[in-house]
Structures are given as structure tokens and as C-alpha cells.
């Protein structure tokens, strides 16, 4: 939800201009709850539900600038496939000409970090902690998200007093993995980083992420940093090496826990699976509640993108063609675009929409392999429209126009009074299209 606290610039900074004030008609911005380098983290009120949210501002020049497009793009696309009780929600992305706002579930208990700051917590409240943590990292992981910046900053609680993990900024998805197999980029927290990663040799994303969960374990019952020192380089050797000392009053279990989950070599660190075998772990916990916790070892990964190449479109894909997920023209200005979704099946689209075009003396040509986007060019070769279908059944499929960039005014004739009429006709019920 929030970026981690830092010193933030004078009163006048605090909020927005009046004109965003209440962010397109949407969200009432409040109380400013942290900011970081390019981003600052509001309170906000839905007005049409009066709900609470939390909205994080990231000012667009600053991404761009310090080559952070994609990292933001990737946040986006990781958060919006993430739906589980222990991950903060991503309710929906806005965006204007320098902003972009993520608006997302408030968790009203603010940081984890700010409670373990008043003192540790006894072995029960940290194991419950850790069961929801664990339950959270394997849902990602079964979704081939690694979080990679695992920390109490990043984790925060709701009304309940129950963990959600937050800011998957640093996040990598299975689709950048090498051909090793392994991760390459550096990143993280220091004190929470695995000794892997110093290596500088690749890492595997989810044995960093357990490395880092047995850091925040011991830091939530002992109250102090396993590993840490004023000197970077004598930390990182500390790390590199696993010296740590449990406190006393540690029981042997979590101990024992610890020592498995804090081991320097990546190859023999334990699991996700084996920490839900660990009797620690599973203390006082039935098997309603374990197999709930554990329910994400059930759910489909991922396709392979030859994989998807070949099937209909389903509700994921649905929702990311929703106006709250587009990230199409994020960083950059873009043409005119609609969505449609069609009654009709995929292979009848495309040529009543050729055969509209060849009626204006237009000529629609074919693209790509499969032939699925048409391209509909002036008499002098300049580009009209683009029009794209995307298949969800036999009798149902998705429509995407887009005006040509550099279109005449002859052509925003066509746009409006041809193209855009006749792909509303084939909807069911008539028009359902988003229009930018």
C-alpha cells in the first residue's frame, strides 16, 4: 500500500491541486499516509460507496526519467492477477497527463514494521503472523510471482490485525527467469537479502523470497535483526556466512524453523511445502485450517505463452482489457481506442469489417500470422484504423479499434460515422465499449 516512511516535503506537497482534490470523480484524497522517491500514499474515500482506499501517486516525469516504465508496468500487471486474503488488493489503476494512481484495498493497521518496533511479539502472535505470511508467498509463487523485497515495511494489517503483503514494485514474474533458470537482477532490502543473491551468480526468486520470510520471523519474536551492522560489508559477510544468535527465550521448534529457514545454501534451504510440514508451523493449527492455508498448492498455474496463443479468452483476460487495467499509453499519449465486445464469432468479424472499408474506397489488409488484426489504409497509403479481434467462445469475441495516429480529418469521418457504428451494432444488446 504504501511506499516505506520518509521525510516528506513541506505542507504544500501534502496534497494534491484542488482540481484533484477528488481524482476523476472517483476518490476524495485525504490524509497523506507516507511517501518515497517518485511516489506519495493517500488516504482516500470512495464517493460512491464511502469506502475507504488507499491511492499511491506516482508522478509520471520521475518513471520515465529514472527508466522505471516497465517496473511500473509489471507492478501492475503482477497486482492485478493477485487475488488473496493475506495480499493487498489492486482495486483499479487511473492515470492523467503526470500521474498515475494506483487505487488500492486501505489496511487500516498501518505497517507491521510500526507494531514489532514496540517490542516483540511472544511465539503464538509470531507463528500467527508467519502462517499468513507462508500462506501469501505460496499463492505468488503458484502464480509465478516472486516477491524479492520482503520486509515488515511491505507488510501490512488490516482492521482485524491480520497480514496483507504490499508493494510488489521489486516483483519478478516466471516469464523473466533465464534460460538457467535462475534470476539476475539485484534488489532488495539489505538486511533482508539471501546470501545468493551477493553471490551475484543468479538465485532462484522463490528461495529468496523463504530467506527473507525467515528474517521477518526472527525479527517478529526476537524483536532485533538476525543479521546486522553499521558496516554494509560486515553485514553482508554475516549474511553470506548465516552467523546469527537466537535470543534465550526462543523455543528449540522455532529454532530448529529458523535454522532451515535461514540456510546459506539455496539448495537444501527448506520449502514452502516443507515449512507447512513443520510441527512448529502446524502448532495448534486443524486440518480445516491447514488445508485452507495451503489451498494455493490447488489452483491452475500460469499458461505458457504457447499455451495461450491457442485458447479462448477467459475471465482474466477480461478483466485486463477493463479500463482500470489498461496500461496501453501509461507513460506516453495514444490514439483514440474502443473495445467491443461482439455477438458474433471471431472468423465473421473481420470480413464484414473489410467489406465496410472496401465500400469508403479504403483498402483493409491482413496482419499478422494468424491474420486476426486488419489494417485499414487511405488512398495515399496512410494508416485509417486498426481493428483487432480476440476470440472468448464460438459465438463471442472482443473487438479492438484504433484510430491511425497521424489520421485526417477525412478519416475521423470514417471513425466516427462508419467504423465505430458498425462494430456497436454487432454488440449484444447494442454498444458496450470503452472509449479513450
Known amino acids: 500500500m504504501a511506499d516505506p516512511p520518509a521525510t516528506c516535503p513541506a505542507a504544500a506537497e501534502v496534497t494534491e491541486s484542488r482540481q484533484e482534490k477528488v481524482l476523476f470523480g472517483k476518490y476524495e484524497l485525504g490524509r497523506l499516509l507516507g511517501c518515497g522517491a517518485s511516489a506519495k500514499v493517500y488516504h482516500a474515500r470512495d464517493v460512491r460507496s464511502g469506502h475507504s ?3 499511491k501517486c ?28 493475506h495480499i493487498v488488493r489492486l482495486v483499479e489503476v487511473l492515470a492523467s497527463r503526470s500521474k498515475i494512481y494506483f487505487v488500492m484495498e486501505f489496511a487500516k ?25 507462508i500462506s501469501a508467498v505460496g499463492y505468488c509463487h503458484a502464480h509465478g510471482v516472486f516477491h524479492r523485497d520482503l520486509k515488515p515495511e511491505n507488510i501490512l494489517l488490516d482492521e482485524n490485525g491480520d497480514l496483507k503483503v504490499s508493494d510488489f514494485g521489486l516483483s519478478a514474474v516466471a516469464d523473466q527467469i533465464k534460460h538457467d533458470g535462475l534470476l539476475h537482477t539485484l534488489c532488495g532490502t539489505p538486511a533482508y537479502v539471501a546470501p545468493e543473491i551477493l553471490a551475484k551468480k543468479g538465485y532462484d526468486g522463490a528461495k529468496v523470497d523463504v530467506w527473507s520470510c525467515g528474517v521477518i520471523l526472527f525479527v517478529l519474536n526476537a524483536g532485533y535483526l538476525p543479521f546486522n551492522d553499521p558496516n554494509l560489508m560486515a553485514m553482508y559477510k554475516k549474511i553470506y556466512l548465516g552467523e546469527y544468535r537466537c535470543p534465550r ?17 539455496p539448495d537444501t534451504r527448506i520449502t514452502i511445502d516443507g515449512i507447512l510440514q513443520d510441527p512448529w508451523f502446524r502448532k495448534g493449527m486443524d486440518s480445516t485450517r491447514w488445508a485452507a492455508m495451503s489451498r494455493f498448492h490447488h489452483l491452475p498455474k500460469p499458461l505458457a505463452a504457447e499455451e495461450k496463443e491457442e ?19 501509461l507513460f506516453e499519449p495514444t490514439p483514440r481506442r474502443e473495445r467491443f465486445v461482439c455477438g458474433e464469432p ?6 464484414r469489417i473489410e467489406e465496410l472499408a472496401r465500400a469508403e474506397g479504403l483498402t483493409p489488409r491482413r496482419e499478422g500470422e494468424k491474420g486476426a488484426r486488419l489494417a485499414i489504409e487511405g488512398r495515399h497509403g496512410h494508416l485509417i484504423a486498426a481493428v483487432e479481434v480476440h476470440r472468448f467462445n464460438e459465438g463471442l469475441s472482443m473487438v479492438e479499434a484504433e484510430e491511425g495516429r497521424d489520421c485526417l480529418p477525412a478519416c475521423g469521418q470514417f471513425w466516427e460515422r462508419k467504423l465505430r457504428p458498425a462494430l456497436a451494432a454487432l454488440s449484444p444488446g447494442g454498444p458496450s465499449s470503452r472509449r479513450q
Open 346 to 351: 471471431a472468423e465473421t468479424v473481420l470480413p
Open 109 to 133: 493497521g498501518g505497517e507491521l514494521f510500526s507494531r514489532v518496533a514496540r517490542g516483540r511479539f511472544p511465539e503464538d502472535r509470531a507463528r500467527l503472523y508467519f502462517q499468513q505470511l
Open 53 to 55: 482506499v488507499a491511492v
Open 249 to 265: 527465550w526462543m523455543s528449540p521448534e522455532l529454532k530448529r524453523l529458523l535454522s532451515l529457514l535461514l540456510d546459506v545454501n
Open 58 to 85: 506516482i508522478n509520471k516525469q520521475r518513471v520515465v526519467k529514472g527508466g522505471l516504465s516497465p517496473n511500473v508496468k509489471r507492478e501492475i500487471s503482477i497486482m492485478r492477477r493477485l487475488r488473496h486474503p
Open 311 to 329: 485458447r479462448d479468452l477467459n475471465a482474466f483476460d477480461i478483466i485486463s482489457f477493463s479500463s482500470g487495467f489498461d496500461l496501453s499509453g
